[in-house]
């Protein structure tokens, strides 16, 4: 009889818990989703902190690598530079993350990164089904395979049972399998989550060829000890769209890294450059005038100031500035244009109109 | 009656009420968040993508596998050779573990300051920094063409360590049939006949693997010796890849280290008298060991060691750090394909409880057989 008095008196002290453990569950919602998901835009959040969050790999010369004198430099980092420049009229007022190609995702899922600039592929699956969304192609490849020279490899069929390096959480990885699988070739994958891993295996010997994008492969090669005995072979394995990311469901802020892009490759088309720009700051064509902010008013159409886009030349250059100065023919890496060419010139650049 | 305040059942019943109250409240504050933010993400929860094609290779299988099987396959060939890393580590750290620990007091000082030596430098050095170490510096680091001849049958290459290896035969199954009977056979002997029973034992043993001899004509297995051919070629015997090697020893002397201090210390454990008695008694050191400090070293030894062996089966998650296809890498692969990581880590979480409860229950067992009743 005693024990239920026990019990009885105890029965308030529980629900007083209970009770307040709903109110506690309520203050963390709000506590724990203020990344940007109630209405506010990721943009209203870096305009307030003054500064650009930027994912990108930084252990790609040419596409992002930490210099010598700290750093950052490459293509995907001078797209994040861009951006800043139009945010803020400062290419210098971003906080690079770098992220490998697992963490990427999460990253720019849970607001850690406003923008990813990491060489990612654009996937149907990683558009629609990963939460995030793709700004234009700032670069065209496609899968390589990276073999030694005095390995008497030529195509894919000579890697029958060959050990394959490449990193996790790639696409590599499954277009590989895909082709092996198509053209029925057994072989050894030799997975890493560490690219650096995976690039000394392959100088080790342990993997006869190593596959990734082919800008990947020649900006690493670049890095190796000998890179001319390294050769990458003729087959593409798949298309490798690389573009910036952000998160999905934010128009808003998407539109302005999508227009920050598409700038650079405006200003090409145009032949606005670095130099050219003070010239043409006074121009008649309407086209420039437009596109350059001195004329009509597209840039408050994304929320920034009109000459967003002669901020992004003056303090970036234009797209192909950017290719020349990171890939180029003076660089080690030495890539032609391509298909990253303008559409003019039988390249897949192509900006819509500034308009 | 003394107020309720002042009853001592009263606290004992409210701070047990008060303890399940906080760990509901934590447990539903933290669901709620999850769902939440779930939510306000677009994502379902759900494990239908298991059945979904998984559309990876995967570079080590024990059982058959293709890129078109679906997850829950590959998530299977992943546990497969997490398990036989876990084992054959236990196994070989149990040997390290033990022969170290029983050097490490050795009257002869060499053998006791290399001990030393070992202990000291594999515990206090990161378990990755050893696995790269082995992966890099020993397994790999060999050019491609070349190949190191090991006491006549082992072969070293860029590709792995080829070992001679069994083969079946159409007598395994003869054999393996008799042997279990055989040995349960002997265990009922043991229990039910007093006397000459090492000697009994012995004797049937001898005369059944003649017997089997005699009716099939061949033993029980094959012995499949590598062979080189093309000067760097080589046929049969099993291969152990680099990844794999390097992962078991990593795994093997880093736990080893631990357990010899562990030994060591049960071994201390033992209260001079014990020795001094079996000395008295003219024990050889070997027999001293065995029959009077051992097992009582062992009540000592066995609960750390458990603590050591579940250890070593959680560290053998860093496989994805050399490449070595484990469970947990699997996993992340098809985290990092599939998108669910809630899902994939619920599922990552289970299967290494699962493994180390699994691990405490033997050891548990073990454990009650030689504590003092």
Known sequence: MRKWCFLLATLPLLFSLVACSGQSGQTTSTGGTSTGQQGKSRFDIIKSRGKLMCGVSGELPGFSFLGKDGKYSGLDVDVCRAIAAALFDNPDAVEYRKLNAKERFTALQTGEVDVLSRNTSWTMSRDTSVGMEFAPVVFYDGQGIMVRQNSGIKSLSDLKDKAICTQTGTTNEQNLTDQMRQRNITYKPVVFEDINAAYATYTQGRCQAITSDRSQLLSRRSNLPQPNDHIILNDVLSKEPLAPAVAAGDSKWLNVVKWSVYALINAEDLGITRQKFAELANSNNPEIKRFLGTEGNLGQGIGLSNDFAARIIKHVGNYGEIYDRNLGSNTPLNLPRAKNNLWTKGGLLYSPPFR | ?373
């Open chain 2, 1 to 373: 009656m003394a107020p309720l305040w002042r009853e001592r059942r009263f606290w004992r019943i409210a701070s047990q009420v008060l303890a399940v109250c906080i760990v509901v409240i934590v447990v539903m504050v933290l669901w709620g968040n999850l769902n939440r933010n779930l939510l306000t993400l677009g994502i379902k929860l759900g494990f239908d993508f298991l059945g979904s094609q998984a559309s990876f290779d995967i570079g080590e299988t024990s059982i058959q596998y293709k890129a078109s099987d679906p997850y829950s396959r590959a998530l299977l060939v992943g546990l497969v050779n997490s398990l036989q890393i876990v084992v054959a580590g236990l196994i070989l750290t149990t040997i390290v573990g033990i022969s170290a620990g029983v050097a490490r007091l050795s009257d002869n000082w060499l053998v006791r300051h290399l001990a030393l030596i070992y202990v000291e430098t594999f515990r206090n050095t990161p378990l990755l920094l050893q696995l790269f170490f082995w992966y890099f510096v020993i397994f790999i680091a060999r050019q491609e063409q070349e190949v190191t001849k090991l006491f006549g049958a082992i072969y070293l290459t860029n590709r792995g360590a080829i070992f001679p290896w069994f083969k079946v035969t159409s007598a395994t199954s003869v054999w393996l049939v008799f042997i279990t009977a055989g040995a349960i056979a002997v265990v009922l002997l043991w229990r039910w006949r007093p006397g000459h029973r090492v000697l009994v034992a012995i004797s049937t043993g001898i005369a059944m693997v003649l017997f089997l001899w005699l009716v099939t004509k061949r033993g029980p297995f094959a012995l499949d010796v590598p062979k080189v051919f093309n000067h760097s070629q080589i046929k049969g015997g099993i291969l152990l890849s680099p990844e794999f090697s390097a992962l078991l020893m990593g795994l093997t002397f880093y736990t080893g280290a631990f357990i010899a201090e562990i030994v060591r210390g049960g071994i201390q454990s033992v209260p001079k008298g014990q020795w001094e008695a079996a000395k008295s008694l003219g024990l050889k050191p070997g027999l001293m060991l065995r029959l009077v400090i051992f097992p009582q070293a062992l009540r000592v030894i066995i609960p750390p060691l458990t603590s050591q062996y579940l250890n070593l089966a959680k560290n053998s998650s860093l496989a994805i750090a050399i490449g070595y296809p484990d469970f947990y890498f699997v996993a992340s692969t098809t985290f990092n394909q599939t998108g669910r990581a809630v899902e994939v880590m619920l599922l990552i979480m289970l299967t290494y409880l699962t493994v180390s409860l699994a691990i405490s229950l033997v050891m548990n067992l073990l454990n009650r057989t030689v504590q003092l009743k």
